[in-house]
Nanobody
Framework: QVQLVESGGGLVQAGGSLRLSCAASGGTIANSAVGWIRQAPGKEREFVAGRGESGVYYAESVKGRFSITKDNGKNTVYLQMNGLKPEDTAVYFC?????????????????WGRGTQVTVSS
């Protein structure tokens, strides 16, 4: 059973940057599609970035500002977030699928971390 643990969240001013990490244990995610999903208070979950065998996906709201990478040797996924805006404030979850096929539907992801809080002040 793959376990995911996110880190790197925090408080940052608008325009700043953060790098989130998601360390996997209990199994490899080398052949898994991975994604970052966020949820702000009172809002639905939003799939913001994903990486799979077919490439990468970014939500329009983060395109050009966020970048998802995966280090198979470290069994870790990263989300580099630049040009942060107050509307990026949310809990960010890392997730992995049992297959390498990338989707942007959170319900199709089998393994989830507990999330890390990102707060962007104006």
């Amino acid at each position: 059973q793959v376990q995911l643990v996110e880190s790197g969240g925090g408080l940052v001013q608008a325009g700043g940057s953060l790098r989130l990490s998601c360390a996997a244990s209990g199994g490899t995610i080398a052949n898994s599609a991975v994604g970052w999903i966020r949820q702000a208070p009172g809002k639905e979950r939003e799939f913001v970035a994903g990486r799979g065998e077919s490439g990468v996906y970014y939500a329009e709201s983060v395109k050009g500002r966020f970048s998802i990478t995966k280090d198979n040797g470290k069994n870790t996924v990263y989300l580099q977030m630049n040009g942060l805006k107050p509307e990026d404030t949310a809990v960010y979850f890392c997730a992995a699928r049992a297959s390498a096929v990338l989707t942007s539907v959170p319900a199709t992801y089998k393994f989830w971390g507990r999330g890390t809080q990102v707060t962007v002040s104006s």
